[in-house]
């Protein structure tokens, strides 16, 4: 079997004949600042890549194992990783807005998607690997709920109607936590 890995434009960044060929240059191309979105990575083993800051943005990783990858900070906008294997994935800080995580297997971690509030900030709440409790994530802050809550409930919040959008957007996560029977 032969990996072709293409930008959004179709023109092939590399190919490769093995996985492990693959794996390496997509983990070289990733740490070297290389832009991958839009990559059809679909099935590829990545499994304990160095994928730290990638941008993987609307990448194509069905069904891609990704166990034990180092994907902190990714930038993974808008990627499917419907059926992808991410159990023991560190995906501290990584942007996952818009991303797809249909079937993906997270293992023990577990990421709700939030709304998006109207000046753009997408929400997540999330317990990953090095999380001892959920944590809400929203643009580049990351909270326990208590810290969150204080944060939006502060007096001096730059808008009232957004805290209130905030409130709402959580509580709906949460809610969803819950009903998911997610701790």
């Known amino acids: 079997m032969s990996y072709f890995v293409k930008n959004i434009g179709g023109v092939n960044i590399f190919e490769s004949k093995t996985a492990q060929?693959?794996?390496?240059?997509?983990?070289?191309?990733?740490?070297?600042?290389a832009h991958l979105g839009g990559a059809d990575l679909r099935g590829a083993d990545l499994g304990g890549a160095d994928l730290r800051g990638a941008y993987l943005r609307g990448a194509y990783?069905?069904?891609?194992?990704?166990?034990?990858?180092?994907?902190?900070?990714?930038?993974?906008r808008g990627a499917y990783l419907g059926g992808a294997?991410?159990?023991?994935?560190?995906l501290r800080g990584a942007d996952l807005g818009g991303a797809d995580l249909g079937g993906a297997d997270l293992g023990g971690q577990w990421i709700i998607q939030g709304q998006i509030r109207s000046d753009g900030y997408a929400f997540f709440l999330q317990r990953l690997t090095a999380d001892t409790e959920p944590m809400v994530k929203a643009g580049c802050r990351h909270f326990t709920l208590a810290e969150a809550q204080a944060h939006w409930e502060h007096p001096e919040y730059r808008s009232p109607a957004l805290a209130q959008e905030t409130r709402i957007i959580v509580h709906a996560m949460i809610k969803t936590m819950h009903l998911r029977g997610l701790k």
């Open 85 to 90: 294997y991410l159990r023991g994935a560190d």
């Open 21 to 33: 060929t693959l794996k390496e240059g997509v983990q070289e191309a990733a740490t070297s600042g």
């Open 61 to 76: 990783l069905r069904g891609a194992h990704l166990g034990g990858a180092d994907l902190r900070g990714a930038d993974l």
